[in-house]
C-alpha cells in the first residue's frame, strides 16, 4: 500500500478519489450499428453550453462492508476553488464525520491558497496528490469513460438538462452495480487489501 492508504487503515478513514470532467451540447461521438450502407448521422445545434461534473469514489481502508461510495456534483460552467470548497462540504455531509483522505490531481483551484487554508482547518480532512500526468490511477477517469460510452454516447441532445440527466442516469446506474466501482480501482492498478476477489469461482 502507499503511504496515505497506510495512514487511512490507522486513521480508519476513507480513501476518496475525487475528478471534475465536463458535458455539453456536443455530442460525445461513439461506433454504433447501422444498416450497411446508410452511415448514421447525428443532427445538433453546435451549441457549446458546458455544465461541470464532479465525481468523488470512497473506498473504506480497513471495512469492506462500508464501501464502495460515490459522490455526484453537477453545475453550470466549471469549477473554481469557491465552488469545489462548496463541493466539499457537502461530502463531509455525506461521510457523516468520518474522516477522509481525499486524492485529486495536481489541478490549480485543488491547490490554491484558499483550498489550502480551508482544507487547514478541516479535522476529518486529509489531501493527497496524484502524481503529475497519471490519470490513469484515479479509478474516477473510468467512471466517466463508463458514462460517456453509453449514456451519453452518441447524444444529441437540445437542452443542456438532458444532457445532465443522461449523466446523471449514467451515475445511478453504476452506483447500483456491486462490482463496477471496484473494478475502476483494479484497473488502475492500486489495489485495496480488503478488496473483494472478482471473478472468484467457489470450490465445488
Known sequence: MATHQKGAVKKRA???FFDESGVSLLPQI???????GRTPTLRHRLNWKRAGMAAALGYDAA????????CFHLKPGSY???????????????YAGDRVV???DGLSAHWSRGMRAWA???????????PAYAPELNPVELLWSAIKAREL???AADHLADVADAAERGIHRVSSDEQLPWSFLTHTGLTNHHQPLQNQRKPQ
Do not use: C, M, N
Open 14 to 16: 476513507w480513501i476518496v
Open 120 to 130: 487547514g482547518e478541516q479535522e476529518w480532512l486529509t489531501l493527497e496528490r496524484l
Open 30 to 36: 461513439r461506433r454504433t450499428y447501422a444498416p450497411r
Open 63 to 70: 471495512d469492506i462492508e462500508r464501501g464502495p461510495r460515490l
Open 80 to 94: 473554481d476553488t469557491t465552488s469545489l470548497i462548496h463541493v466539499l462540504e457537502q461530502i463531509k455531509t455525506f
Open 153 to 155: 454516447a452518441s447524444l
Open 102 to 104: 481525499l486524492v485529486w
